[in-house]
């Protein structure tokens, strides 16, 4: 029996009696029949060249240095422990297991060219040259997911350069385009140089030569075109206080309205977008025309301004100011207009408001009476049942209650009536026959057959009254019925030919 101490790099691996499996420990007693030997976890660099082909069929080496180790946990440790120590051959390994032995590289190494040669046959090579952090990740994802089975870990990939095969040149021959082209772009950019050089010392010539008649021309414009800006900073900050304002007040009404039901919602907006686009419609229209006209007067005060000579000064200078006064009353008076529109838009937009509300109070009122109204109703048919069922506790029951009841509203005596009308207006058939014996006949052998014989007139004039169906001539004729004979005689006659047959009156 001995006891073992790992150094700190390594871990115990024992076998044998007591141990199902494996028992990965930094120290611990070995027993008789228990076997100890010790795996190291200490990284090791692997460098491979890789041949690979792209997506385009070019062929490309890869050089690349991975360090790999075992994962210092105990499922991974059991995994390494498992599957990786000892020789190819199953043979066990004497000292300390290292993690790169000969078939651990060689399985390693299979694993990492079957992983990149799959991502590089989907990528083509200008992907791989621009994206190559992106297929660096992705080859290490990959392995390290096939590594995982053997509790190896990749602790850092290093891939270089993409160098040509032997037999492929693509890289050389892409140094060589891109040297090129940096060459050929410096010369153009010289000869660029100097064409630009030779037409500025031209253009500042004739510029020296016409800012003298154009200086006094161009401070004119700038204190022009700084008024012009004074009043456009002006208006736009009146227009942004009004906007800012405008929306406070959306905000605050929406927040109140907010409770309130669809439709009226849905108007508001509607009445809205329809005020929105009929000031932004008017503002477009006043603003742009105000514009046209600035710059037109602009426009024609530059052209006179660069036409005319130092001799008509006054006149440009009176031009200028008139221009600029136009300018002014035009910018004012459409500010004046948009603030009016805005003003109508606004008191248009709080009337609908307002209307809006009025009528969302008149229908929650009358939705609270309706309620009310139900309840009370409710409320009375509700004692009204109570009532009856007591009722019906003193009648005897819910059938008492009922006969009370059809009493009280005199059922009984509008049913009588309705049945009364219903049979009022009838005009029954009604037939009396007689096929009795006679005094003194009983010892007649032939009563049966005559007793028979008797029966069948009535019967067949029986038939045809009720359904109007007549016998067969070869049976019997049946008397005809006249219209003049009334229907209250058909009684006395059939009794007459009944006792006529039986010879009786």
Not at 288 to 294: G, H, L, V, W
Request: with cysteine.
């Amino acid at each position: 029996m001995l006891y073992r101490v790992a150094e700190a790099n390594s871990y115990l691996v024992i076998t044998g009696a007591g141990i199902e499996k494996l028992r990965i420990r930094k120290k611990s007693w070995v027993y008789p029949f228990q076997k100890c030997m010790t795996i190291s976890i200490t990284p090791f660099d692997f460098t491979m060249s890789l041949q690979a082909m792209t997506k385009e069929k070019l062929k490309f080496s890869l050089p690349a240095v991975f360090t790999i180790g075992p994962k210092d946990n105990d499922e991974s440790l059991t995994s390494y422990a498992s599957l990786l120590t000892g020789h190819s051959d199953g043979s066990p390994q004497k000292g300390v297991v290292g993690a790169g032995g000969n078939h651990v590289q060689d399985i390693v190494k299979g694993i990492i060219e079957g992983e990149t040669r799959s991502i590089v046959s989907r990528m083509t090579m200008e992907e791989l040259f621009n994206d190559r952090q992106m297929f660096k990740t992705e080859v290490i994802r990959n392995v390290q997911d096939e590594l995982d089975q053997f509790g190896l870990k990749i602790y850092n990939a290093n891939v270089k350069e993409l160098q040509d095969t032997e037999d492929s040149k693509y890289f050389s021959y892409l140094g060589k385009k891109a040297h090129e082209g940096a060459s050929n772009q410096a010369k153009v950019d010289i000869a660029d140089a100097r064409m630009r050089g030779e037409i500025g010392e031209a253009e500042k010539q004739g510029q020296q030569k016409q800012s003298v008649a154009q200086i006094h021309a161009r401070t004119a414009v700038a204190e022009t075109e700084r008024k012009k800006e004074k009043a456009s900073a002006e208006a736009s900050l009146k227009k942004r206080e009004i906007e800012i304002a405008r929306e406070l007040n959306l905000e605050q009404i929406e927040a109140q309205r907010a409770a309130e039901s669809r439709d009226t919602e849905l108007q508001k907006n509607v009445e809205q977008k329809r005020a929105d686009m009929e000031l932004e419609r008017l503002r477009a229209t006043t603003v742009t025309q105000a514009k046209i006209s600035r710059e037109s007067a602009q426009q024609k005060a530059d052209a006179d301004l660069y036409i005319q000579t130092k001799s008509a000064d006054g006149e440009k200078y009176n031009q200028q100011a008139e221009a600029e006064a136009t300018s002014y009353r035009t910018a004012k008076d459409a500010d004046a207009d948009y603030y009016k529109l805005t003003k109508a838009a606004e008191a248009s937009l709080i009337a609908k408001e307002k209307e809006a509300q009025a009528n969302f109070i008149f229908r929650e009122r009358e939705a609270e009476a309706t309620y009310i109204a139900k309840k009370k109703e409710a409320a009375g048919i509700m004692e009204m049942s109570k009532a009856y069922g007591a009722l019906a506790d003193v009648l005897g029951g819910p059938q008492g209650l009922m006969q009370y009841l059809m009493l009280q509203n005199n059922q009984y005596e509008k049913l009588a009536n309705a049945n009364a009308k219903a049979i009022n207006g009838l005009q029954p058939k009604i037939n009396v026959w007689n096929t009795g014996a006679q005094d003194g006949a009983g010892a007649d052998p032939t009563a049966p057959i005559r007793n028979l014989f008797q029966c069948l007139p009535p019967l067949l004039s029986t038939i045809q009254d009720q359904t109007g169906m007549a016998p067969p001539a070869w049976l019997a004729q049946m008397p005809q019925q006249t219209e003049s004979q009334a229907p209250d005689s058909q009684v006395t006659k059939r009794q007459q030919l009944s006792n006529g047959i039986n010879g009786h009156k």
